[in-house]
């Protein structure tokens, strides 16, 4: 009895509040997890607002289906009972369809597999990219801090310059990587999530890139 109790108690946490059909189903699983709030948000007028939530009993499934009019960066939030875990976020790029994540509790929100979504693939492509200017500005950092320890002027300058040609190449590479994908919505999201405070001066060019 206690058995089925737990069964039960799993399916309503699970299907609790996703009982709507839409055109984009989102299934997952936590891997670890065994307890919490599963939130599905999105970001509305610079704030994330939930979608749906769920809670999760025993089985580490889940299960979302909402309506999509276009492919949009979506939010899973994973909160727990206690007051003293912080709430843990991961993005996705989701498009009408079918959506599959895989995920574990360890490595929630940095450590994951989504797949149906063609966005999602080519953000992940990106995100690689601009993993090897990332390791080129925190080395400059480190860099710099040590010229600064030593009061050496000139060495802060050049870095300084260095940083700068660096994250000339950075927006650089983030335009050509849209213009080649500008067939898909991640294209103008990467417009305004990763240059947006690109010179003035360059937003015709980039405009005309993406044409």
């Not at 080649?180 to 294209?187: T, V």
Request: hydrophobic content about 40%.
């Amino acid at each position: 009895m206690r058995k089925l109790a737990l069964a039960l108690l799993a399916i309503t946490g699970i299907y609790g509040c996703s009982n709507t059909q839409g055109n984009t189903l989102i299934n997952g699983q936590i891997k670890g997890l065994n307890k919490g709030q599963l939130l599905l948000q999105k970001i509305d007028d610079t704030m994330l607002v939930s979608m749906d939530s769920l809670r999760i009993y025993a089985s580490p499934e889940f299960s979302f289906s909402i309506d999509l009019t276009e492919p949009e960066v979506l939010y899973l939030a994973l909160k727990f009972d206690d007051s003293i875990t912080q709430t843990r976020y991961l993005p996705f790029f989701a498009e009408p369809g079918t959506l599959e994540i895989k995920t574990s509790l360890k490595g929630f929100g940095y450590d994951q597999t989504v797949t149906g979504s063609k966005n999602q693939n080519s953000w992940n492509e990106f995100k690689l990219l601009q993993g090897r200017y990332n390791d080129k500005q925190l080395a400059l950092i480190q860099a710099e801090l040590l010229a600064n320890q030593n009061d050496n002027t000139e060495e802060i300058k050049r870095i300084q310059q260095q940083r700068e040609k660096l994250l000339r190449a950075r927006y650089l590479a983030t335009v050509n990587f849209a213009k080649n994908h500008k067939d898909l919505a991640l294209a103008p999201y990467l417009m305004l999530a990763e240059i947006p405070d690109v010179n003035v001066k360059y937003h015709d060019t980039i405009y005309k890139l993406l044409t």
